[in-house]
């Protein structure tokens, strides 16, 4: 804080008149090694946390314990549309089965085979029974959050996701069933793997990012 401060009254000084500029531009200069001294000498992963608070961790832990961890989760609309689709679509899961299914709607967002936001991905086609992406959208029935606790959890795994956390469990899956049913897109599409109750694939033309 106080090298902040610093920093803060020497700029200050830039804007009120002085005799010397020369004196003032030293003064800058030497600050500004003093700061870089500084920021060389904080630990290695350090920076990303002070510049980029929201970025997700390199490395997930799948588990209820490594969620319990982190603090509630807020965020802006698209973090609304990722929370409501995981809650409707896949919070009987398991939480890699969770994160699976949040790897599936990002994609979808990266490829130009659909839309290019989350909510336009988790809306496509909703307002029409029964043609949506995703059925919870379309099925005529109000969405209504009856379990605050398992909200809360795919709340923080959206937040994750949309902060960069790796998507390294379905191969690039853009889509994916349960088991209970087999589409027919299912019998061309490259399936990439299972987790719990779903299956998921790989549109044919779309490569692995293996």
């Given amino acids: 804080m106080k090298r902040v401060l610093s920093v803060v009254a020497v700029a200050l000084t830039l804007f009120a008149p002085v005799a010397g500029v020369a004196v003032a531009e030293t003064q800058v200069d030497a600050v500004l090694q003093q700061e870089k001294r500084g920021l060389f000498g904080v630990k290695g992963g350090l920076l990303d946390k002070l510049f980029n608070p929201q970025k997700a961790p390199s490395k997930i832990d799948y588990s209820r314990s490594f969620l319990d961890g982190l603090p509630e989760a807020k965020g802006d609309e698209e973090w ?10 896949a919070r009987g ?15 979808r967002v990266s490829s130009g085979r659909f839309p290019n936001t989350v909510c336009g991905v988790v809306n496509q ?16 029935h109000k969405e209504v959050v009856r379990e605050p606790k398992a909200y809360v959890q ?17 191969d690039n899956a853009t889509y994916y069933h349960t088991k209970a049913v087999r589409p027919n897109w299912s019998r061309k599409f490259a399936r990439t793997t299972t987790i719990g109750v779903h299956h998921f694939y790989r549109h044919p033309t779309e490569l692995s990012m293996k």
């Fill in 93 to 107: 899961e398991s939480v890699k089965g969770q994160f699976a299914v949040a790897e599936v709607i990002l994609n």
């Fill in 125 to 140: 086609g909703t307002g029409r029974k029964y043609q949506c992406q995703f059925t919870y959208t379309c099925d005529g």
């Fill in 80 to 89: 609304a549309c990722l929370t409501e689709a995981l809650y409707f679509e």
């Fill in 154 to 170: 795919v709340g923080k795994v959206a937040q994750l996701m949309i902060n960069g956390a790796p998507r390294a469990l379905t």
